[in-house]
């Protein structure tokens, strides 16, 4: 009976962490599947020239390097007080799309995805094609991007 409990505790034991590492797996799906949607939403509220719901779809504070510059945010009304879509449309930019959202790493909190993405002008003609890195990440339950680093002016 010893040598069976013995046998039946090290079948449990080997089994352990397959389980963990399934959960694991699955839960790092799961960041991603969110940080995806985060994204979409934040192409959403871009595109419809939104800076309060905008803002919503940022983690804080929020980091950007561009242009040589590295801007923080501490929080979504100094964000949206930003002045983006005064400036963006000046340049002829009308819309952007996503062409491409590379998970480069992932956990069950964070997401780092390299993207690229187009912006448009009113007659849908591409003005810029950009690479990026979007830091997407879970703070208190919300998934939003925390960190960009980007290629775009």
């Given at each position: 009976?010893?040598?069976?409990?013995?046998?039946?505790?090290?079948?449990?034991?080997?089994?352990?962490?397959?389980?963990?590492?399934?959960?694991?797996?699955?839960?790092?799906?799961?960041?991603?599947?969110?940080?995806?949607?985060?994204?979409?939403?934040?192409?959403?509220?871009?595109?419809?020239?939104?800076?309060?719901?905008?803002?919503?779809?940022?983690?804080?504070?929020?980091?950007?390097?561009?242009?040589?510059?590295?801007?923080?945010?501490?929080?979504?009304?100094?964000?949206?007080?930003?002045?983006t879509f005064d400036r963006l449309p000046a340049t002829g930019w009308?819309?952007?799309?996503?062409?491409?959202?590379?998970?480069?790493?992932?956990?069950?909190?964070?997401?780092?995805?390299?993207?690229?993405?187009?912006?448009?002008?009113?007659?849908?003609?591409?003005?810029?094609?950009?690479?990026?890195?979007?830091?997407?990440?879970?703070?208190?339950?919300?998934?939003?991007?925390?960190?960009?680093?980007?290629?775009?002016?």
């Open positions: 009976m010893k040598k069976f409990v013995t046998v039946a505790l090290l079948c449990v034991v080997s089994f352990l962490p397959r389980v963990t590492l399934g959960a694991e797996a699955r839960g790092v799906e799961a960041a991603i599947a969110a940080a995806m949607q985060a994204l979409d939403q934040f192409m959403a509220t871009f595109n419809q020239r939104d800076p309060v719901a905008w803002a919503a779809t940022l983690n804080y504070p929020h980091v950007r390097f561009a242009s040589g510059n590295v801007t923080v945010w501490e929080n979504a009304e100094e964000f949206a007080a930003g002045g009308d819309h952007s799309h996503w062409l491409s959202r590379e998970v480069t790493l992932a956990a069950p909190g964070k997401v780092h995805i390299a993207t690229v993405f187009q912006r448009f002008d009113a007659n849908n003609e591409v003005i810029g094609t950009y690479q990026s890195l979007y830091i997407v990440t879970n703070v208190d339950g919300h998934w939003g991007t925390q960190a960009r680093s980007s290629l775009a002016p």
